[in-house]
């Protein structure tokens, strides 16, 4: 399975290049990190050795600035051999650099993004609050300012890579202004004061991502390190667009398609009634099945990732990539765990893992009922048009 293919020379070396480095180095760790939620940060490390973090940084920051489609061919095949390691990779080196890049002061850029090249540097984003998941004008966080500093309060949830974190893209509410128009971004630093780090997220799958709550009590943020200033959300949103396409479906791909291709083998070698399991037509259908959808979802997921590339994306293109791909992750998960019967179920084979590494992402960056609205909301406003 190698996906639409369309690549130049540099491309397919890049996604060959992450492939062979995830194979050898990350795949046989994999099960273990997911028992122990022991997140994999040598793997980040070694992805960084090897120039694969900080891919879409320019090179006057020590990047070499390539595409958010370059970046979703190496999470995709980081995702093959490790979920856990292709979520951190693309938290660290995703929403908060692509964000310090887009919307950041000069000082910012200059501190931060060659140390997102280099792997020094690790980063996380918190939107979400107990009240405030999908509806963002109901966030409650709030910062104040205080001569130089924010004096910033609240709490957010469900933060992944918390626990590993040097650097916090944190939304909050600056200002008075009520709903979104009120939101705003700042850096925190792990070390500022009023900062803690909750206890690690005992959550289904992709249980080595370091997810933790965050609480901040009256914690002091420099005013340089205000990244959005409040009514900026809609800015900021527009730049997490490309991490709903480089990252969370990208991830969707590299897990079923390792997913489908364990189920291959094992009907191959698994015998019942003296033969093949994989002689049996309606199992070969439903392989047929789940190739035919990976198909699908990579086209949707590659031609969301150009268009931004290109500067033309539509108002819902990474929404219909992130919604397909994700649901076509949680089917071939699951159809591969049906075709291994109870080994399925066993952690001795992977195929649980697949599944429960991929079923949280019709949750995570929009759920698909959000993404489902958006998709809606631009039928009927005459925005979109098939």
């Given at each position: 399975?190698?996906?639409?293919?369309?690549?130049?020379?540099?491309?397919?070396?890049?996604?060959?290049?992450?492939?062979?480095?995830?194979?050898?180095?990350?795949?046989?760790?994999?099960?273990?990190?997911?028992?122990?939620?022991?997140?994999?940060?040598?793997?980040?490390?070694?992805?960084?050795?090897?120039?694969?973090?900080?891919?879409?940084?320019?090179?006057?920051?020590?990047?070499?600035?390539?595409?958010?489609?370059?970046?979703?061919?190496?999470?995709?095949?980081?995702?093959?051999?490790?979920?856990?390691?292709?979520?951190?990779?693309?938290?660290?080196?995703?929403?908060?650099?692509?964000?310090?890049?887009?919307?950041?002061?000069?000082?910012?850029?200059?501190?931060?993004?060659?140390?997102?090249?280099?792997?020094?540097?690790?980063?996380?984003?918190?939107?979400?609050?107990?009240?405030?998941?999908?509806?963002?004008?109901?966030?409650?966080?709030?910062?104040?300012?205080?001569?130089?500093?924010?004096?910033?309060?609240?709490?957010?949830?469900?933060?992944?890579?918390?626990?590993?974190?040097?650097?916090?893209?944190?939304?909050?509410?600056?200002?008075?202004?009520?709903?979104?128009?009120?939101?705003?971004?700042?850096?925190?630093?792990?070390?500022?004061?009023?900062?803690?780090?909750?206890?690690?997220?005992?959550?289904?799958?992709?249980?080595?991502?370091?997810?933790?709550?965050?609480?901040?009590?009256?914690?002091?943020?420099?005013?340089?390190?205000?990244?959005?200033?409040?009514?900026?959300?809609?800015?900021?949103?527009?730049?997490?667009?490309?991490?709903?396409?480089?990252?969370?479906?990208?991830?969707?791909?590299?897990?079923?398609?390792?997913?489908?291709?364990?189920?291959?083998?094992?009907?191959?070698?698994?015998?019942?009634?003296?033969?093949?399991?994989?002689?049996?037509?309606?199992?070969?259908?439903?392989?047929?099945?789940?190739?035919?959808?990976?198909?699908?979802?990579?086209?949707?997921?590659?031609?969301?990732?150009?268009?931004?590339?290109?500067?033309?994306?539509?108002?819902?293109?990474?929404?219909?990539?992130?919604?397909?791909?994700?649901?076509?992750?949680?089917?071939?998960?699951?159809?591969?765990?049906?075709?291994?019967?109870?080994?399925?179920?066993?952690?001795?084979y992977p195929f649980e893992r697949y599944f429960?590494?991929v079923r949280g992402m019709a949750i995570g960056?929009?759920?698909?009922?959000?993404?489902?609205?958006?998709?809606?909301?631009?039928?009927?406003?005459?925005?979109?048009?098939?």
């Open positions: 399975m190698s996906g639409p293919e369309n690549l130049n020379d540099q491309q397919q070396m890049l996604r060959d290049a992450a492939r062979q480095l995830a194979e050898s180095h990350f795949r046989d760790g994999a099960a273990r990190a997911d028992r122990e939620f022991r997140p994999p940060i040598e793997n980040i490390r070694m992805l960084a050795e090897h120039g694969f973090t900080g891919t879409f940084i320019p090179e006057e920051f020590g990047g070499p600035g390539l595409g958010v489609f370059e970046t979703t061919l190496v999470i995709e095949q980081v995702a093959r051999s490790c979920a856990n390691t292709a979520m951190l990779m693309s938290v660290t080196d995703g929403a908060t650099p692509r964000a310090i890049l887009h919307l950041g002061t000069d000082a910012q850029k200059r501190r931060y993004l060659p140390k997102f090249v280099t792997g020094e540097l690790f980063s996380a984003w918190s939107m979400s609050e107990a009240e405030a998941g999908s509806d963002l004008g109901a966030m409650k966080t709030r910062a104040v300012r205080d001569g130089e500093i924010y004096r910033l309060s609240g709490s957010k949830m469900w933060c992944s890579c918390a626990q590993l974190a040097d650097l916090f893209l944190v939304l909050t509410r600056i200002g008075d202004a009520d709903g979104i128009a009120g939101i705003g971004a700042l850096l925190v630093d792990r070390e500022a004061p009023g900062l803690t780090v909750g206890k690690h997220l005992d959550l289904l799958g992709l249980r080595a991502t370091g997810m933790a709550p965050l609480y901040f009590d009256d914690c002091r943020v420099p005013v340089e390190n205000l990244l959005v200033p409040a009514g900026g959300m809609r800015d900021l949103l527009q730049v997490f667009n490309a991490d709903r396409v480089s990252g969370n479906p990208s991830i969707c791909l590299g897990v079923a398609a390792s997913a489908l291709n364990a189920a291959a083998d094992y009907v191959a070698q698994r015998r019942q009634f003296g033969r093949p399991l994989g002689d049996f037509q309606g199992l070969r259908w439903k392989l047929a099945d789940m190739a035919i959808k990976l198909e699908a979802a990579r086209a949707l997921v590659y031609r969301a990732a150009r268009l931004i590339d290109e500067n033309c994306s539509g108002p819902v293109d990474a929404s219909i990539a992130k919604t397909f791909a994700n649901e076509t992750a949680i089917q071939i998960t699951d159809s591969a765990i049906q075709l291994a019967g109870a080994f399925g179920l066993s952690q001795e429960r590494d960056y929009g759920t698909t009922e959000i993404h489902r609205n958006m998709i809606g909301k631009s039928i009927m406003s005459s925005e979109l048009r098939l």
